[in-house]
């Protein structure tokens, strides 16, 4: 089976007759709404980690303008593959 082939969205933006697939690659800094769906970790867990000093402030999350808790993507890859 041949893979499909993806395009930029500029190319089949006119194209409304074609499937179009995309590839989204999250921020460095997101929510905790999006630790689930990448990393299957839930908010509870997310919180023990941020409480109990498991997640190192401003390495693996930090709060935002806004005040809210947001995490680093690639810090917790890392820790989560064991990588300091």
Same mark, same amino acid.
């Given at each position: ?14 194209? *409304?007759? @074609? $499937? =179009? ?7 460095? +800094? ?11 970790? *839930?908010? @509870? $867990? =997310? ?7 498991? +997640? ?29």
């Amino acid at each position: 089976m041949a893979k499909p082939q993806v395009k930029p969205i500029h190319e089949v933006s006119n194209q *409304s007759s @074609e $499937a =179009v697939q995309l590839l989204i690659t999250p921020a460095v +800094w997101i929510r905790k709404e999006l630790l689930f769906p990448i990393f299957g970790l *839930s908010t @509870e $867990a =997310v919180r023990k980690y941020r409480e109990r000093g498991i +997640w190192l402030e401003e390495k693996q999350w930090r709060t935002d303008p806004a005040n809210v808790f947001v995490y680093n993507r690639v810090e917790i890859e890392n820790w989560m593959a064991g990588r300091p």
